[in-house]
């Protein structure tokens, strides 16, 4: 078991920003994959962005060009940086990992137990 544990959810007004965290204390192995997925409630869990371990990312057309996601190997600490940030964007989101690069799909072997982000216009 890799335990996950999300932080920096919260409530924000239409347009701002949050940046979340997840820290992976014993993912020892930074070559690995790490995504975030959010859902809402009455709708199915989505892929929000991914990286790899060769680094390279993936996002999902909605989040495009406004959510970036990083990583810090030396922390074991995956970010999730959203800006101009939308109602759409309401929903719990949740920290994924996996020796296996399954990208935006739900797969992932380890999850967190989510942090809730609130958009209000």
């Known amino acids: 078991q890799v335990p996950l544990v999300e932080s920096g959810g919260g409530s924000v007004q239409a347009g701002g920003s949050l940046r979340l965290s997840c820290a992976a204390s014993?993912?020892?192995?930074?070559?690995?994959?790490m995504a975030w997925f959010r859902q809402a409630p009455g709708k199915e869990r989505e892929g929000v962005a991914s990286?790899?371990?060769?680094?390279?990312?993936y996002y999902a057309a909605s989040v495009k060009g406004r959510f970036t996601i990083y990583r810090d190997d030396v922390d074991h600490i995956v970010y999730l940086q959203m800006n101009s940030l939308k109602p759409e964007d309401t929903g719990m989101y949740y920290c994924?990992?996996?020796?296996?690069?399954?990208?935006?799909?739900?797969?992932?072997?380890?999850w967190g137990q989510g942090t809730q982000v609130t958009v209000s216009s």
């Open positions: 994924a990992a996996d020796v296996f690069e399954y990208r935006l799909e739900p797969k992932y072997e380890f």
């Open positions: 014993e993912w020892k192995d930074s070559g690995r994959c």
């Open positions: 990286v790899d371990s060769d680094e390279e990312k």
